[in-house]
């Protein structure tokens, strides 16, 4: 196969990161398709950890072209803040581009993000703040400023000048903030412009070359399927698709150009931030979890709520997605319990239900209905093959691809690159 796509399939925070770091070191070229710096990979190489957000993956590896997608919100303070910091650390920066479709999120959007979702009181989605949803609004209203328009620095400030006026009247006048200074701002993005000039490329025709040719090309996704703007758990979701369909248009390829879909499966469940989520452990067994896991956003630090694997998300997820295969992340975090549970259906008014409801009346008054296995209680970290597994951990891994019809063909035991199986081929 010359190309991978890669996506979550719960609320993100899967683990992509390090699966998408360990298929990239086979990949000629990595795509960012969706999502903004709202995203947050978390790759450790040799014991040195690296906090990515919205520079792909494969930036990790020298060979390896990078591409920020038409499809992505560039946040360009984000995007220079980030490169100093990989280069701070001798990462090679150099094969890296940006869209030039891609829209540009603006300091306004994220004093507006902010202004929203205090407005909203308790109805709060619970963003990042990081002007991801008011810049993907702008795109829809056809009043974003795209990577295009850095290019020509008249047009450029013609935009955003604009934009500016409108955005303060929206700020003073809708939520009662203080306006921006034009001419700081007007200031600030016109250097940003200038720095950016020599990234932005016409990357459609970058990645479509690139699979003509049958190079290796590996679609990265952020976030995951439940926080998909139409199949995720709506409201409480991100403004853009990160499910398979999201890579196409996101980066400019048709769907026919996409080999394998691996689907990104924590071991357990988590969510940052509002909406039902059914399997939820708000006890010690989540906090067990948690502390164990480690599980507090790479971009937000929020600690995460966590919760049994949900086998009625992965389904799903399996489902819209059309997932040909899974990675199974974080594995070694159940390590520590004598039985562990799965579900595999919601209970809803006497009724058991195995596809995901849209509602979220019914998502948040449903029970789960778990399937109780026994734990390995040993630690696993060590492993190297499946066969190196414990019994019990290699039946919890048949339970999720019997439920799911999706084989697991990646397995990981461990942060680092070396803690890692893979069963059948990639790439």
Not at 193 to 214: C, F
Not at 223 to 230: F, K, N, S
Not at 256 to 276: M, S, W
């Amino acid at each position: 196969m010359s190309t991978v796509a890669v996506v979550g399939t719960q609320w993100g925070d899967e683990g992509k990161g390090k699966a998408i770091d360990y298929i990239a070191t086979r990949a000629d070229m990595v795509v960012r398709a969706q999502g903004g710096n709202n995203a947050g990979h978390s790759v450790v190489i040799d014991g040195k950890k690296y906090a990515l957000h919205l520079i792909p993956s494969g930036i990790l590896n020298a060979k390896t072209i990078n591409i920020i997608g038409n499809g992505v919100v560039f946040d360009p303070e984000g995007f220079f803040n980030e490169l100093k910091d990989l280069e701070d650390d001798g990462i090679n920066t150099k094969n890296l581009f940006i869209s030039d479709r891609a829209h540009i999120v603006f300091d306004y959007h994220k004093i507006i993000d902010s202004l929203g979702e205090k407005s909203k009181g308790s109805k709060k989605v619970g963003t990042t703040n990081k002007g991801i949803g008011p810049c993907y609004m702008d795109k829809m209203e056809r009043t974003g400023i795209r990577m295009c328009d850095v290019l020509d620095d008249d047009l450029f400030e013609a935009k955003l000048s604009a934009q500016i006026d409108r955005k303060n009247d929206m700020i003073t006048k809708l939520y009662g903030g203080e306006p921006l200074d034009k001419t700081a701002l007007m200031k600030k993005y016109t250097d940003y412009a200038k720095r950016l000039k020599p990234y932005v490329k016409d990357t459609s025709v970058m990645v479509y070359e690139a699979v003509k040719a049958g190079r290796k090309v590996l679609f990265e996704g952020a976030q995951g399927t439940m926080l998909d703007i139409d199949l995720g758990t709506y409201p409480y979701v991100t403004s853009s698709h990160p499910v398979s369909g999201g890579f196409t248009t996101g980066s400019g390829v048709s769907p026919r150009d996409i080999n394998e879909i691996i689907g990104i499966v924590k071991a357990y469940t988590t969510r940052v931030g509002e909406g039902p989520f059914v399997t939820e452990e708000d006890n010690e067994t989540g906090d067990k979890i948690r502390e164990i896991g480690h599980e507090y956003g790479v971009t937000t630090g929020r600690p995460r709520r966590c919760g049994w694997l949900d086998l009625v998300v992965v389904r799903y997820a399996a489902r819209v997605n059309g997932l040909t295969g899974i990675s199974l992340m974080l594995l070694d975090v159940l390590d520590q319990f004598e039985t562990i549970n799965v579900c595999v259906g919601y209970e809803y008014n006497g009724e058991v239900l195995t596809d995901f409801p849209a509602s979220l009346k019914i998502q948040e008054e449903s029970r789960p209905v778990y399937k109780t296995l026994r734990g390995w209680n040993t630690p696993i970290t060590g492993c190297r093959s499946y066969e190196d597994l414990p019994e019990e951990a290699k039946a919890y891994i048949k339970e999720i691809e019997e439920f799911s019809g999706v084989p697991v063909k990646i397995i990981s035991v461990g942060p680092d690159r070396e803690q890692t199986m893979i069963r059948g081929e990639l790439f």
